[in-house]
């Protein structure tokens, strides 16, 4: 408890003089305030963008286009795993090239999925779904591979075959691994959208960000900013945090090392 | 109503070699019987187990219960591994009703099966615990109660009580015998330490160094329930290991060897 306090103390502390430095420098006027805006213009800029509801539009259009693309990513994602996993002609065909899509930043699908789709929804599910899918996809499969075998053997002993050992045994044994997955996964799609929406794709938050910019309006870009990453860290922590510390409920330790598999 | 061991070998490819871990082994063990196997390390005790189990086939000869092939791995003979294998993301009772819900026994008639047989084993209270949270002799119980919870004709137990200090060991003993008495159940009991095995076997088959061969089944007459430092036992357990010793040495020689050639 004692320690709670102590880095809760540590952190209002670092965040209070990080913003008064910040408000300093703004006061100063250093640079001009179209550049450097002091946090007080931010905090009014990020006011006024939910006061005439356009980040509460873009929020929602970005919300919606992670919903589709990321679940589309999971399912996928997920039932390409287990196929590698259960048949070695998947693992060696599609599972090797999963492997190497994985490793191409998901923005470089965009100049693709353009051409293929025109600038519309398409194109952006296209670029996150392509994002996203490969490192669950890896995941799964590092999990369905590391089942201890004891496991496997007992459930076989006490009569689950087939389809029943995958869905009572094997999946919820992959389970640490698969969450792991699915976070980056999430890490992944959510760059991806951001970038798609900077670069090209009309409306969320990425398109206000650039908005901000067109109109030399710093303290609204850094506004945009600071709702994408309080976004990131409520997923973070209510989403993936909770699953996470529910599983370390029921396997106790040895999640950690079950986890470091999927890193 | 037996199991027949009849004339079973089985070996394994080792590095371009094959290596042979049991010949030629010939056991029956009646229904009802807490039948015990020893030998020294490394001499098929494992192996022969997985062949009652129906995990892997023999090479040559025959495993039957009841004059039935055995061929294929069944609920009715269930493994307790040495690692249990209970499942970690289950409760205790979860992890009872596991095998039950295979079965596919409805909900309500597995758990009230479970329940009776987390009392068996006194752990009703820990019935909402996951795995991590007990203490290694707890887990055996659990695994136990998920055993017995199908209702299988054979138990096979693998070593289960190794890894457990000196007094869990001494009360999973009595558990266990208790439980043998009042349920009757087929138990195949593997181990290599000696004083277990004649604590806790009507019978105890002696296996050679390997390739495993059977040297000798002792039977044990002392009344139960028996402990494991009953002076009573230490006759036979002298008996056991003379038989053994010029085996154990043998391992002991092959290991050193293999160690200098490499």
Request: charged share 10%.
């Given at each position: 408890m004692n320690f709670m306090k102590t880095r809760f103390v540590r952190q209002i502390v670092f965040y209070g003089i990080l913003l008064i430095v910040w408000e300093g420098l703004a006061l100063a006027q250093v640079w001009p305030e179209y550049i450097f805006p002091s946090p007080l213009d931010v905090l009014r800029s990020l006011a006024e963008g939910f006061r005439d509801s356009t980040f509460w539009v873009a929020i929602g259009i970005s919300l919606r286009r992670i919903a589709v693309g990321y679940g589309i990513s999971v399912i996928l994602g997920g039932l390409l795993g287990l196929a590698i996993s259960r048949f070695s002609i998947v693992k060696d065909t599609v599972g090797n090239l999963s492997l190497g899509l994985q490793t191409l930043p998901s923005i470089c699908w965009l100049p693709l999925a353009l051409l293929w789709f025109g600038i519309n929804e398409r194109a952006i599910y296209f670029v996150v779904i392509m994002g996203a899918t490969f490192s669950i996809t890896m995941a799964t499969h590092a999990g369905v591979r590391n089942v201890q075998p004891i496991f496997i053997k007992a459930g076989r002993n006490m009569g689950a075959r087939r389809i029943t050992l995958f869905r009572e045994v094997i999946i919820p044994a992959a389970m640490p691994s698969i969450l792991a997955g699915l976070k980056q996964g999430w890490s992944f799609a959510w760059r991806s959208l951001m970038a798609g929406e900077l670069l090209f794709?009309?409306?969320?938050l990425g398109h206000l960000l650039m908005m901000g910019r067109e109109l030399n309006d710093m303290s609204r870009v850094i506004a945009v900013m600071v709702v994408i990453a309080v976004i990131s860290i409520l997923t973070d922590k209510f989403i993936f945090g909770t699953a996470e510390s529910h599983l370390q409920r029921k396997w106790g330790l040895e999640i950690k090392r079950k986890a470091s598999f999927a890193q | 109503m037996s199991l027949i061991v009849d004339h079973v070998s089985k070996s394994f490819p080792n590095q371009n070699k094959i290596l042979p871990v049991l010949r030629d082994i010939n056991l029956e063990i009646q229904a009802g019987e807490l039948f015990c196997i020893v030998g020294p390390s490394g001499c098929g005790k494992t192996t022969l187990l997985n062949i009652i189990a129906g995990l892997e086939p023999p090479d040559i000869g025959t495993t039957t219960w009841n004059g039935k092939r055995i061929d294929h791995i069944s609920p009715q003979r269930l493994m307790i591994f040495q690692?249990?294998?209970?499942?970690?993301?289950?409760?205790v009772l979860k992890n009872v009703e596991f095998g039950l819900k295979m079965k596919g026994i409805p909900a309500k008639e597995r758990r009230e099966t479970a329940l009776a047989h987390l009392e068996m084993v006194h752990l009703v209270k820990f019935k909402d615990a996951y795995i991590h949270e007990l203490s290694g002799g707890m887990k055996q119980r659990v695994a136990l109660a998920r055993a017995l919870a199908m209702d299988p004709q054979m138990l096979l137990m693998d070593e289960?009580?190794?890894?457990?200090?000196a007094q869990t060991r001494a009360m999973l003993h009595d558990e266990l015998q208790r439980l043998w008495i009042s349920t009757k159940k087929t138990i195949v009991f593997v181990t290599h330490n000696i004083r277990e095995a004649v604590c806790l076997g009507d019978r105890v088959a002696v296996l050679s160094a390997r390739p495993g061969m059977l040297k000798n089944t002792v039977p044990v007459t002392l009344t139960r329930p028996r402990r494991i430092e009953d002076h009573g036992l230490m006759e036979i357990v002298r008996v056991i290991l003379g038989e053994l010793k010029n085996e154990i040495e043998k391992t002991v020689r092959d290991e050193f060897h293999e160690d200098t050639v490499r």
């Open positions: 794709v009309n409306l969320g | 690692e249990l294998g209970l499942f970690p993301w289950l409760t289960p009580f190794t890894a457990l200090d």
